[in-house]
């Protein structure tokens, strides 16, 4: 009985041994074989989320939308999209800064001006990389390549005001007293909007504040006599105003970018990659086009940027 205790008692641990063997042997030829080869490439699957905002406008909807569509569409993120229509950029930037955003739609010519606080006026192409490099240095913001048109700011009258005051540029403008300027809440305030045009124009108008989305309406209804428009406004088919020459180049170039958080593009560089299509691939006649169906369509503008990008087949 003895033998054949001790005989049991070595085959059990042969085995418990050879088992441990071959568990330890396979785990080997696992990792073996999830190691890459030389020069390979490993994927990594991207997930998080992302804050994507936007401006309380039309444009600043579709682009937000935009860019929301593309990311979920085309990466493993998921997009909050309840910041879009945010505010301006006096509300954006910190909120980016504080983390509380991660991107959305700007101007060259806004984060020059606003952000920046710079009066120089550089060309397109420098005033891009001196914002793309401040932005960088002092912020830790990446600003993202152009989209491809730029909306700059556009000061227009009625046809009737026009002729009645024998105006066509600012300069002309500048030099009638008595008359009434309809802005919003930061275009008295704004270096780039009224305070620069009584620098250089010499403006001395009364002010009536009204939403952004009335300026139209205010200036057809007569509450005021001039009012500050966007050039790619949609409603710019439908109204006769008559925009004024900018004769003294006072307007910097304001090139329709995407600025993100850094750390966020560097974390889930499929965002970036995402989003690249945009680069370069809507002019001013597509962003009017678009502006107009829901400025005076009333169209939704999730669905309207959705649409182009299907159009475009990026979705």
Known sequence: MKKRSKFLMFMLVAMLVAGVFVVT?????????????????????ESGEIVVAGKQYAEGLILGYMAAQII?????MTVDTSMIGMGPTE??????????????????????????????????DVIFDKVKEAYAEEFGLTVLEPLGFENT????????????????TLSELGE??????????????REDAYLGLENVYGFDMEQTVV???????????????????FSTDGRLKEYGFVVLEDDQNFFPPYDAIYVARSDI???????????????????????????????????????????????????
């Open 211 to 229: 939403d952004t989305a009335f300026f139209y309406e205010a200036l057809e209804q007569g509450e005021g006599d001039v009012t500050t428009l």
């Open 153 to 168: 700011f556009a000061i227009a009258v009625t046809e009737e005001k026009a002729e009645e005051l024998g105006v066509s």
């Open 72 to 76: 979920e569409e085309n990466t493993a």
């Open 91 to 124: 509300m954006l930037h910190p909120a980016l800064l504080e983390g509380d955003i991660d991107l959305y739609p700007e101007y060259t010519g806004t984060s020059w001006m606003v952000v920046l606080e710079e009066d120089e006026l550089p060309d397109h």
């Open 176 to 189: 009638v007293d008595g008359l009434t300027f309809i802005g919003d809440s930061t275009t008295f305030t």
């Open 265 to 315: 593009l560097e974390q889930y560089p499929s965002v970036e990659e995402a989003l690249s299509p945009l680069f370069g691939l809507i002019d001013e006649e597509t962003m009017i086009e678009l502006n107009f169906q829901v400025e005076v369509e009333q169209r939704d503008a999730e669905d309207v940027a959705r649409e182009f990008l299907e159009e475009q087949g990026l979705i």
């Open 25 to 45: 042997g396979c785990d080997a030829d696992d990792a073996v074989e999830e190691e890459p080869e030389e020069g390979e490439e490993v994927e990594v699957e």
